[in-house]
T-cell receptor, first 114, second 112 residues
Framework: AQSVAQPEDQVNVAEGNPLTVKCTYS??????LFWYVQYPNRGLQFLLK??????LVKGSYGFEAEFNKSQTSFHLKKPSALVSDSALYFC????????????FGDGTTLTVKP | KAGVTQTPRYLIKTRGQQVTLSCSPI?????VSWYQQTPGQGLQFLFE???????NKGNFPGRFSGRQFSNSRSEMNVSTLELGDSALYLC???????????FGSGTRLTVV
């Protein structure tokens, strides 16, 4: 079985400050982990993924995520937030034995205030 | 490079009818997945096709079905529509399993 949790429905940060959007997961095998962003009235956009290798993964728009196996976490981070980063963020996980089926978290709404 | 194209964008159907949604993946992508997005349930996995074979299926009733053609285009069909089927249906494509998915803009289905 696989599951993912995003413990915060909403994250508010000031522009220029660092941001973190949290994600924890549970899988039976090895995890494939993803972050997606959804802007209003638009589809999901892929930000980054972790399959194997370095625990710090860099993705689009200056985002990065840190894979922590012991804490089963994959938090999304950005050193300096922009107002344009305001959107709905989804973490997703797939067990490497579960072909094609990704489980998505409930999403976290990020609001960056000027 | 064209993205994932879903048609139609909007649909209004009556309870009991059936509906077919279409998805054209990015050229070269062989994996196509379908998701249902609703405010209450979030993103729920429907099924995934790879090279015309269904590789995985979510926990949806048999009224939900799909298929993939040799050109990787995919369709999903919902028969005997219920009010609870009202949702945004998202299609996503990927080169291979393990790659990040590119999502289409979705088809908004409303069942009345």
């Amino acid at each position: 079985a696989q599951s993912v949790a995003q413990p915060e429905d909403q994250v508010n940060v000031a522009e220029g400050n660092p941001l973190t959007v949290k994600c924890t997961y549970s899988v039976s095998g090895n995890p494939y982990l993803f972050w997606y962003v959804q802007y209003p009235n638009r589809g999901l956009q892929f930000l980054l993924k972790y399959i194997t290798g370095d625990n710090l993964v860099k993705g689009s728009y200056g985002f990065e995520a840190e894979f922590n196996k012991s804490q089963t976490s994959f938090h999304l981070k950005k050193p300096s937030a922009l107002v344009s980063d305001s959107a709905l963020y989804f973490c997703a996980v797939r067990d490497d034995t579960n072909a094609g089926k990704s489980t998505f978290g409930d999403g976290t709404t990020l609001t960056v205030k000027p | 490079k064209a993205g994932v194209t879903q048609t139609p964008r909007y649909l209004i159907k009556t309870r009991g009818q059936q509906v077919t949604l279409s998805c054209s993946p990015i050229s070269g992508h062989r994996s196509v997945s379908w998701y249902q997005q609703t405010p209450g349930q979030g993103l729920q996995f429907l099924f995934e096709y790879f090279s015309e074979t269904q590789r995985n299926k979510g926990n949806f009733p048999g009224r939900f079905s799909g298929r993939q053609f040799s050109n990787s285009r995919s369709e999903m069909n919902v028969s005997t529509l219920e009010l609870g089927d009202s949702a945004l249906y998202l299609c996503a494509s990927s080169l291979e399993t393990g790659f990040g998915y590119t999502f289409g803009s979705g088809t908004r289905l409303t069942v009345v």
